[in-house]
């Protein structure tokens, strides 16, 4: 596979066959339509390979469950970059199962930063009526006018874990796992701070989907940091059931939501070697946060056009977590 599509990966390394060699050494932009773009993003639910056309000279690799199509953005125009040319963005169409999914992942992660995260910037964008998620890749950079790969690393390809364990129930990475691989960051302090209120961010909105992979380091020249939060939404507006509520990684033993309370934060605290009062002070202080903050990119979502009635549910369930949480692990002490 990677061998026909390695071309342009996550992070900075390329794959291409000894025949193809001489070929990559030449590089172009070739300019897509917004209409091609849109075409390819609804037939790619029923066919992943129609992120590329047989013609198409530039290829692209990335993980995950969901099809999508990597591109390069130039000013305003979309390009399909061939031979050494990098992507710089990523097009996700939302699931038609989960009416409102691109909308959760950009509120979601704009909330992050709202609250002091560091996390991947994307909008929500309509190609001639088919809707995307666009992400802005942080595994490239703009230097003096010219475009670098910057490499990274997933937590599974960090702690070689194949990508079938990217769920801690099947047998894959849990926090202290990946908690272990941050110490090791040029930025040890910051990064621990960083995971540590990813993981508690992730509880406090029902991010049920953050696994192993969808937390990356970023190799800099000095070693490497932990790198933005990227594919991060709240499973909070399709609850059924309590049932559920259930996180991708345990906090101690518990994977409900609804099971957690504040000794098993202090106790995977004290797994990951990380204070407790300091996890359980970011905890209080991001779900005091949440509602103002909901409600300040709940109204610059709307301006952007986006779902009003998806955004006030959205809204409404962030804000009813973030009380629960309140109610459940800072009022009581047990
Ligand atoms: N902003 C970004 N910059 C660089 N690489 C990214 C970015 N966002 C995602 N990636 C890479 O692309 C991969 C797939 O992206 P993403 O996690 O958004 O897809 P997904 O299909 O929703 O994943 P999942 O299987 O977790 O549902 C990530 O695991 C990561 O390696
Ligand atoms: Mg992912």
Redesign the pocket.
């Known amino acids: 596979m990677l061998k026909e599509i390695g071309d342009d990966c996550?992070?900075a390394v390329r794959f291409v066959s000894p025949e193809r060699i001489d070929d990559t050494r030449r590089s172009g932009l070739s300019p897509i339509s917004e209409s091609e773009i849109g075409r390819r993003l609804s037939q790619l639910e029923s066919d992943p390979a129609a992120a590329r056309s047989i013609n198409d000279e530039g290829r692209f690799s990335?993980?995950?469950?969901?099809?999508?199509i990597a591109l390069r953005l130039e000013g305003d125009s979309w390009y399909i970059p061939w031979g050494s040319e990098p992507t710089t963005h990523?097009l996700?169409p939302p699931r038609s199962d989960f009416s409102g999914q691109a909308e959760d992942?950009h509120f979601c992660l704009k909330l992050a930063s709202a609250l002091g995260m560091r996390a991947?910037?994307t909008s929500v964008q309509s190609f001639a009526g088919s809707k995307a998620i666009v992400?802005?890749?942080?595994?490239?950079i703009l230097h003096q006018g010219k475009l670098y790969r910057v490499h990274?690393e997933?937590m599974c390809q960090a702690l070689s874990v194949g990508p079938a364990s990217?769920y801690e129930s099947d047998g894959g990475p849990g926090v202290a796992d990946i908690m272990q691989i941050v110490s090791g960051s040029q930025r040890r302090l910051e990064d621990r701070d960083a995971l540590m209120n990813a993981i508690v961010f992730n509880y406090l909105i029902l991010g049920a989907?953050a696994?192993a992979?969808?937390y990356?380091i970023l190799y800099t020249s000095e070693g490497f940091i932990l790198?933005?939060l990227?594919?991060v939404a709240s499973f909070a507006p399709y609850v059924k059931s309590p049932k559920d509520e259930r996180l991708a990684m345990r906090i101690d033993r518990y994977y409900k939501a609804a099971q957690i309370r504040r000794r098993h934060f202090e106790r995977m605290a004290r797994s990951c070697n990380y204070p407790a009062k300091k996890l359980l002070a970011s905890l209080e202080k991001l779900a005091l946060a949440i509602p103002a903050a909901c409600d300040q990119v709940g109204a610059s979502a709307i301006d952007e056009g986006l779902d009003t009635t998806f955004i006030e549910k959205l809204v409404r369930a962030l804000k009813s977590r973030s009380q629960q949480a309140l109610d459940t692990i800072v009022a009581s002490p047990k």
């Open positions: 996550a992070g990335l993980a995950g469950a969901q099809a999508k990523i996700k992942e991947a910037q992400v802005k890749r942080f595994d490239r990274q997933d990217k989907d696994h992979k969808n990356s790198a933005p990227y594919d």
